[in-house]
């Protein structure tokens, strides 16, 4: 069965194309340094908004449905999925994807029955995997969406329900290794608290590390060789996560003794309810080697909610870009698409004109961030910080002055120069690289 039969397999036309379902900046055959930008890029679909979404929100039933959803049953629907994804995948020409294991797989009565119809559709998608050399970016295990993580998976203050999270993992790992996986995510859905008052702080940390640790173990235990990820997020749906951010993240993992293990998986619109912009949290972690993927999306800065709308912000992709190429390249992560069509978007088409508008918005943010590194964006930062390169700035920074020192070189000066931020002028510079791009 053939799901999209209007939409042909997605070419590259160039800036000037109108047609709907087109690239016009993202070739993907364009060289980038040492490989091309489809290398670079890594872009990533991710099943359970674009297979699993209907457009249903917390006022409203769903709004649109799909050739799948006239299945038989619950298994059929869950292969014709995998049937989907596949030829979605070859039509827009990604390579990878991301899933949890409730995404391709209903639940059972019981664990075993559950993961006996995940082996089943597991080794379904495996030769679908084989048979058109689609790849598996990251998975991961839905620890959040069944009433019985109201109170959390590994901070949850029933024992059984830390269990039965556990084995859910253990399980999420054996197929993700099974399946090629370059990663494996910990999205902590439902681990922080909606009010300190019947919160256990400290025990619930402590099983959160005691529960990371256990997944490091067991991963060695099984030979799983992928990147771990930690996908920080501040709220929605409890008051307050864990994982707020990447420097808690960073802390909370550096007191446990986790940090050599994990990276982290930014996302854009995380980053934002956060209250930092995406450079910021992508900047934290590359700055202490911690950059491992990236989920692509934005939010609706008027809202108080992850609303994972496909990213077309250029300004945020440039800047996201400029980091990624300082980093080296995201390889073994990647770009997915952790983003959902709107409520109101009701042709399967859109599906497509979507991921094709976040595709080329990051490729011409990997352009203009190539053209913004080769412009004097840096070395007006450079500038900024020159005093700390010769006389008494290079002896702080070489550990040779201490506070008495310091104060001797102070204590007679009447003034001291500043240089300035020219932060209009670098804003000038970053449109001026975009516009490049578009142009070039």
């Not at 979404?53 to 999925?81: C, E, H, I, V």
């Not at 400290?202 to 996908?231: C, H, S, T």
Request: proline share 3%.
């Amino acid at each position: 069965m053939e799901f999209f039969p209007e939409v042909n397999r997605i070419e590259f036309e160039g800036k000037r194309s109108t047609n709907p379902l087109a690239f016009k900046f993202y070739n993907p055959d364009e060289a980038f340094e040492d490989t091309t930008m489809k290398d670079y890029l890594r872009f990533s679909v991710a099943f359970w908004h674009t297979f699993n979404g209907t457009g249903q929100d917390m006022f409203g039933a769903p709004s649109f449905f799909r050739p799948w959803d006239n299945a038989k049953n619950d298994l059929d629907k869950a292969l014709m999925k995998i049937d989907a994804l596949v030829e979605f995948c070859e039509k827009l020409g990604i390579e990878y994807f991301c899933f949890h294991d409730r995404d391709i797989a209903p639940e059972g009565k019981t664990l075993r029955e559950t993961n006996a119809i995940l082996d089943r559709l597991v080794n379904y998608l495996k030769e679908r995997m084989k048979e058109s050399g689609l790849k598996l970016l990251w998975g991961t295990a839905n620890l959040f969406s069944h009433p019985r993580y109201a109170h959390g998976a590994a901070t949850s203050c029933s024992a059984d329900v830390f269990a039965y999270a556990a084995a859910q993992v253990k399980k999420a790992l054996e197929i993700t290794k099974e399946l090629g996986g370059e990663g494996y995510v910990f999205w902590g859905g439902r681990e922080g608290y909606s009010t300190l008052l019947n919160t256990d702080m400290e025990l619930e940390l402590d099983n959160l590390a005691r529960f990371l640790r256990m997944a490091v173990d067991y991963a060695k235990e099984i030979g799983f060789k992928g990147q771990f990820l930690i996908e920080p997020k501040p709220m929605e749906p409890t008051k307050h996560q864990y994982d707020y951010d990447v420097a808690a993240s960073m802390a909370f993992l550096r007191k446990y003794g986790l940090e050599g293990h994990f990276k982290f998986n930014i996302e854009v619109n995380h980053a934002t309810l956060a209250g930092h912009t995406f450079n910021h949290e992508l900047r934290y972690a590359r700055i202490n080697d911690m950059l491992g993927s990236i989920d692509a999306n934005q939010g609706d800065l008027f809202l108080g909610w992850d609303t994972d709308q496909f990213p077309t912000d250029l300004y945020v992709t440039t800047l996201g870009m400029y980091e990624i190429i300082k980093k080296g390249g995201i390889k073994p992560g990647g770009l997915n698409f952790d983003a959902k069509i709107r409520r109101e978007s009701l042709d399967i088409t859109d599906l497509f004109t979507a991921h094709i508008a976040g595709m080329d918005a990051f490729a011409l943010g990997l352009k203009a961030a190539k053209e913004l590194i080769s412009s004097e964006f840096e070395n007006v930062v450079a500038e900024r910080y020159l005093s700390f390169k010769t006389g008494i700035g290079k002896e702080i920074i070489e550990g040779n002055t201490d506070l008495r020192s310091l104060e001797r070189h102070v204590l007679d000066m009447e003034n001291i120069a500043l240089p300035s931020g020219r932060q209009e002028y670098l804003e000038t510079l970053i449109n001026r690289a975009i516009l490049l791009a578009v142009n070039d």
